[in-house]
C-alpha cells in the first residue's frame, strides 16, 4: 500500500492509441493516490513520459525532453521524473545513461507498479528499473507472465473526449515483421478473458461513453477460450453490441491475413459497428513485402480487400505504408502507388524507414535508400493519397451523413471559441465510416449522434451544418439548422 500524495503530475504521451490507453490507465491508479493533473512540467513533481519505440524521431523527442529537465531538481529536490513505455522496455540500462537525472525506467508489462515505484524513488532516490524479459530470456509463458496487464482501472480526463474511450481487447505479437520493434517491446501475443473486457465496457459505457475503440496490435487475431467457448472479435463484437449505452465499436489495428468472413459479415450486420477498417498494406510489392516478413503477397491482400468490399460495398479502408525501406527501388515504390491508386484508401499513414535497434532488419539489411529519396517518396505517395480522399470527400457533397459529435474542433480551441455564448462555434465529430466532419453548433452537443448536411469537404475533412426534421403535407423533410 503506497502512501497517499498530494503533489502535482506530469505526464506527456507519444505514439499509437495503445500508449494513450496505457497513459489513461497510469493516471487513474495515480490519481487514486491523490495526484493532482497539470498540464505545467515546471509545476509538477512527478514528470512522466510515456514512449514510443515504433520511430527515431519519437525516442528524439523524448530525449529532448529530458535533457530540458536536467537541472530541474536543483528547485524541486523531491521531483521524480520517470520514462515508461516502448523505449523504456527497448533502452533499459541505456535512458540511465543517457539521462542521470531519471529515477524510474519502467516497461510496457510494469505499468501498474508505477505509484508504488514512484514513491519509493521519493523516499530513497534509489533509481528503479522495472522491465519484462527479453523474448529470448525464457520461455513463452515466463516471458508472457513478465508483461502484466492493469487494465480495469480507467481515467475520464485522459481519454480523447468524455464520449470516446480504448479498451485494450489484446497485446503484444508474434508476426516478428523485419522493421517492428513491437514484439520486444510489448511481448507475446495474448488475448484478455471476454469476461474482464465486457465488464470494462460496462463500466465506460455507465460513464457516459458513447464509442469504444477495442485496441490489439493485430486486433482481428483475437481469440481465447472462456468457459468451454472459443472467442473472436466477431463473438466479442457481438456481445459489446449488446450493452445499453454504447452507440458505436471501432476496432484497431487489423493484419490482412486474418481478415475472415465472420468478422466481415458481424461488421456487416451489427449496426453499431463502424463501417472502417484499417488494414496496414506497408507496400505494394511482394519482393519488399517478403523483405519486411508481413506473411501475405499483394495478391493476397488485394483477394481480402475485394471480400471486405463485397461484403459492405460503402466501408472505408485505411492502410500504412513504409517508403524507403532497405532495397526499395523507384520501381517497388511506384507499386505501391499503384495500390493507392487501386484500392483508394480513405487515407494512409506514410512513414519513412528508420531502422530500429532490436529488429531483424537493423543487423541483417543495409539501411540503403538515401533520406532525399525517403523524403521524394513520402511527399509524392502524400499527394496521390491526399488527391484520392479529396476526390472521394467530394462524393458526400450534398449527402447527409450521422455524426458522432465529438465537441469542440481543434482549430476553434485554438481561436478561442469553446462556448456558444456568442453563437454557434465549429464542432467536429466522425461519420460511420470514419471520415471527420466538422460544423457549426453549440458543444452541448458533444456526445450526440447527429445529421450533418455536407456542403463542403477538403481531403481530410467534409464541411456541413446539423439538420432539423420538418413534417410538411404529411412528409419528412431535412433542413439545415444552427444550434
Given amino acids: 500500500m503506497t502512501t497517499p500524495h498530494n503533489g502535482k503530475l506530469y505526464i506527456e504521451t507519444v505514439g499509437c492509441q495503445m500508449n494513450m490507453l496505457d497513459s489513461e490507465l497510469v493516471v487513474a491508479a495515480l490519481?487514486?493516490?491523490?495526484?493532482?493533473?497539470?498540464?505545467?512540467?515546471?509545476?509538477?513533481?512527478?514528470?512522466?513520459?510515456?514512449?514510443?519505440?515504433?520511430?527515431?524521431?519519437?525516442?528524439?523527442?523524448?530525449?529532448?525532453?529530458?535533457?530540458?529537465?536536467?537541472?530541474?531538481?536543483?528547485?524541486?529536490?523531491?521531483?521524480?521524473?520517470?520514462?515508461?513505455?516502448?523505449?523504456?522496455?527497448?533502452?533499459?540500462?541505456?535512458?540511465?545513461?543517457?539521462?542521470?537525472?531519471?529515477?524510474?525506467?519502467?516497461?510496457?508489462?510494469?505499468?501498474?507498479?508505477?505509484?508504488?515505484?514512484?514513491?519509493?524513488?521519493?523516499?530513497?532516490?534509489?533509481?528503479?528499473?522495472?522491465?519484462?524479459?527479453?523474448?529470448?530470456?525464457?520461455?513463452?509463458?515466463?516471458?508472457?507472465?513478465?508483461?502484466?496487464?492493469?487494465?480495469?482501472?480507467?481515467?475520464?480526463?485522459?481519454?480523447?473526449?468524455?464520449?470516446?474511450?480504448?479498451?485494450?481487447?489484446?497485446?503484444?505479437?508474434?508476426?516478428?515483421?523485419?522493421?517492428c520493434v513491437v514484439p520486444m517491446t510489448r511481448g507475446p501475443e495474448q488475448?484478455?478473458?471476454?469476461?474482464?473486457?465486457?465488464?470494462?465496457?460496462?463500466?465506460?459505457?455507465?460513464?457516459?461513453?458513447?464509442?469504444?475503440?477495442?485496441?490489439?496490435?493485430?486486433?482481428?487475431?483475437?481469440k481465447v477460450t472462456e468457459d468451454g467457448k472459443i472467442w473472436r472479435l466477431s463473438d466479442l463484437l457481438a456481445a459489446i453490441h449488446d450493452i445499453n449505452g454504447l452507440d458505436r465499436l471501432k476496432f484497431v489495428t487489423n493484419y490482412p491475413r486474418d481478415m475472415t468472413d465472420?468478422?466481415?459479415?458481424?461488421v456487416r450486420d451489427l449496426p453499431k459497428c463502424a463501417r472502417y477498417l484499417h488494414v496496414p498494406a506497408q507496400s505494394g510489392c511482394d519482393d519488399m513485402l517478403k523483405k519486411m516478413k508481413r506473411g501475405y503477397t499483394i495478391g493476397e491482400y488485394r483477394e481480402m480487400h475485394q471480400r471486405l468490399k463485397e461484403t459492405m460495398p460503402d466501408a472505408a479502408v485505411s492502410s500504412d505504408f513504409i517508403v524507403g525501406f532497405c532495397g526499395e527501388t523507384d520501381a517497388a515504390h511506384e507499386k505501391s502507388m499503384?495500390?493507392?491508386?487501386?484500392?483508394?484508401?480513405?487515407?494512409?499513414?506514410?512513414?519513412?524507414?528508420?531502422?530500429?535497434?532490436?529488429?531483424?532488419?537493423?543487423?541483417?539489411?543495409?539501411?540503403?535508400?538515401?533520406?532525399e529519396v525517403k523524403k521524394a517518396r513520402n511527399n509524392e505517395m502524400l499527394a496521390l493519397q491526399n488527391q484520392i480522399s479529396g476526390e472521394d470527400n467530394a462524393k458526400f457533397i450534398g449527402r447527409t451523413v450521422e455524426v458522432l459529435v465529438e465537441g469542440v474542433s481543434k482549430n476553434a480551441e485554438k481561436r478561442g471559441?469553446?462556448?456558444?455564448?456568442?453563437?454557434?462555434?465549429?464542432?467536429?465529430?466522425?461519420?460511420?465510416?470514419?471520415?471527420?466532419?466538422?460544423?457549426?453548433?453549440?458543444?452541448?452537443?458533444?456526445?450526440?449522434?447527429?445529421?450533418?448536411?455536407?456542403?463542403?469537404?477538403?481531403?481530410?475533412t467534409l464541411i456541413g451544418s446539423i439538420m432539423t426534421r420538418e413534417v410538411q403535407h404529411g412528409s419528412t423533410s431535412l433542413l439545415p439548422i444552427l444550434v
Avoid at 194 to 218: M, S
Avoid at 262 to 266: C, I
Avoid at 440 to 456: F, Q, Y
Wanted: with cysteine; net charge neutral.
Fill in 31 to 179: 490519481r487514486k493516490q491523490g495526484y493532482e493533473l497539470t498540464g505545467d512540467v515546471a509545476a509538477a513533481d512527478t514528470v512522466l513520459f510515456n514512449t514510443c519505440s515504433v520511430r527515431e524521431h519519437a525516442e528524439h523527442k523524448i530525449y529532448s525532453a529530458l535533457g530540458r529537465l536536467k537541472f530541474s531538481k536543483q528547485t524541486r529536490p523531491q521531483q521524480v521524473i520517470g520514462v515508461l513505455g516502448c523505449m523504456a522496455q527497448k533502452d533499459q540500462e541505456l535512458v540511465f545513461q543517457r539521462a542521470p537525472h531519471v529515477d524510474l525506467v519502467v516497461g510496457t508489462g510494469q505499468l501498474g507498479e508505477i505509484p508504488r515505484l514512484i514513491a519509493e524513488a521519493r523516499g530513497t532516490r534509489q533509481r528503479s528499473l522495472a522491465v519484462s524479459l527479453d523474448r529470448r530470456e525464457g520461455t513463452r509463458m515466463e516471458v508472457s507472465n513478465s508483461f502484466q496487464s492493469y487494465d480495469p482501472l480507467r481515467e475520464p480526463e485522459m481519454r480523447p473526449s468524455p464520449y470516446q474511450a480504448f479498451v485494450r481487447i489484446m497485446f503484444g505479437c508474434d508476426k516478428f515483421c523485419t522493421y
Fill in 191 to 222: 488475448s484478455r478473458s471476454p469476461r474482464d473486457i465486457l465488464l470494462e465496457c460496462r463500466v465506460l459505457a455507465d460513464q457516459g461513453v458513447k464509442e469504444v475503440t477495442l485496441l490489439g496490435q493485430t486486433v482481428n487475431s483475437f
Fill in 262 to 266: 465472420d468478422l466481415l459479415q458481424a
Fill in 417 to 460: 471559441e469553446t462556448d456558444a455564448s456568442h453563437g454557434p462555434v465549429q464542432l467536429t465529430g466522425r461519420t460511420m465510416c470514419d471520415r471527420i466532419v466538422v460544423f457549426p453548433g453549440n458543444p452541448r452537443l458533444a456526445g450526440s449522434l447527429t445529421e450533418i448536411a455536407v456542403e463542403d469537404c477538403t481531403s481530410t
Fill in 338 to 371: 499503384d495500390l493507392i491508386r487501386e484500392m483508394r484508401f480513405k487515407n494512409s499513414f506514410i512513414f519513412k524507414y528508420s531502422p530500429r535497434p532490436g529488429t531483424k532488419a537493423y543487423g541483417l539489411m543495409p539501411d540503403d535508400v538515401p533520406e
